[in-house]
């Protein structure tokens, strides 16, 4: 888990706040993926980036932007939060070198939108 | 739409018992098969993988069932413990086309193993 960081772990804001959760990784992989979890809903895709000039569309990005700084660096916004997207967000990774990607995720931020 | 179907929701066993955790998949491009294991505070990490070339895989205590006909593979944890505790999550992924690079996962199993 050290080798993905998320900051803040927990999070808690109001509606049409701006929010930015941040990810960095130490493990040296290319791609790096935002999901959201639910209760009952499982682990949905939000962004994902292959490399760092590289940003795609996961199921869920209506309300989402991302930012791919450096190859070690994956930021998600919520440009105006509201109360549905009180959620668990986790960062991971993978090593493009590998065809079937194991995903290291990190710990994960709890967001409460109020 | 999901495209990975997971149940049980939630699952309470003794320990010593057989944990049976079901999922079923509708892309036929899907080409592996992983299991991810989540304990309350923490991320999901893999805990065992299975290809469709193979009907069956089996590391420990965890095995996997495939069967590629139907659509369908299964996490079997036998001996359960009570540090099994945990949430279960099925995922696919594929080669090629809009599931390359990318894992679809189940909705998720809460696991209770009382000791």
């Known amino acids: 888990d050290a080798d993905v960081t998320q900051t803040p772990r927990n999070r808690i804001t109001k509606t049409g706040k701006r929010i930015m959760l941040e990810c960095s990784q130490t493990k040296g992989h290319d791609r790096m993926y935002w999901y959201r979890q639910d209760p009952g809903l499982g682990l949905r895709l939000i962004y994902y980036?292959?490399?760092?000039?590289?940003?795609n569309k996961g199921e869920i990005s209506d309300g989402y932007s991302v930012s791919r700084q450096a190859q070690a660096k994956f930021s998600l916004s919520l440009e105006s939060a509201i109360p549905n997207q009180t959620a668990l967000y986790f960062c991971?990774?993978?090593?493009?070198?590998?065809?079937?990607?194991?995903?290291?995720f990190g710990p994960g931020t709890r967001l409460t939108v109020l | 739409q999901q495209q990975v179907k997971q149940s049980p929701q939630s699952l309470i066993v003794q320990k010593g018992g057989i944990s049976i955790i079901n999922c079923a998949y509708e892309n036929t491009a899907f080409d592996y098969f992983p299991w991810y294991q989540q304990f309350p505070g923490k991320g999901p990490a893999l805990l065992i993988a299975?290809?469709?070339?193979?009907s069956e895989k089996k590391e420990g205590r965890f095995t996997i069932s495939f069967n590629k006909s139907a659509k369908q593979f299964s996490l079997h944890i036998m001996d359960s413990q009570p540090g099994d505790s945990a949430t279960y999550f099925c995922a696919a992924s594929g080669a090629g086309g809009t599931s390359y690079g990318k894992l679809t996962f189940g909705q998720g199993t809460i696991l209770t193993v009382h000791p």
């Open positions: 991971a990774t993978s090593d493009a070198g590998t065809r079937h990607n194991e995903q290291f």
């Open positions: 299975i290809r469709p070339d193979v």
């Open positions: 980036s292959f490399d760092v000039k590289d940003i």
